[in-house]
């Protein structure tokens, strides 16, 4: 069982920067898959990043080069580090958790936060 608690959204200028993070409880939490995803109101939940046990990632190409996201296994913890952002980069954005996602959607993750809201002005 894995408990995850989102932190870190906020308004932010076009073109500023935030930093999410994911707090997860758990022992095992090193092996784990995490990811993030993002739900704009009226659409549908969007994959944004994840990232392996072993630190590997793969990110959405509407973020790509513009997103970061990391893990620090010791302090079970999982970031997003959202640079350049914009207008369209705003929305609820989620951490979800799974042992062995079979694929890139929002359905292959059994445990997620509460989610944090971001909001990019114009």
């Known amino acids: 069982q894995v408990q995850l608690v989102e932190s870190g959204g906020g308004l932010v200028q076009f073109g500023g920067s935030l930093r999410l993070v994911c707090a997860a409880s758990?022992?095992?939490?090193?092996?784990?898959?995490m990811a993030w995803f993002r739900q704009a109101p009226g659409k549908e939940r969007e994959f944004v990043a994840r990232i392996n046990w072993s630190g590997g990632t793969y990110y959405a190409d509407s973020v790509k080069g513009r997103f970061t996201i990391s893990r620090d296994n010791a302090k079970n913890t999982v970031y997003l580090q959202m640079n350049s952002l914009k207008p369209e980069d705003t929305a609820v954005y989620y951490c979800a958790a799974d042992r062995n996602p079979s694929s890139f959607s929002s359905s292959s993750y059994n445990y997620w936060g509460q989610g944090t809201q971001v909001t990019v002005s114009s």
């Open positions: 758990g022992r095992t939490f090193s092996s784990y898959y």
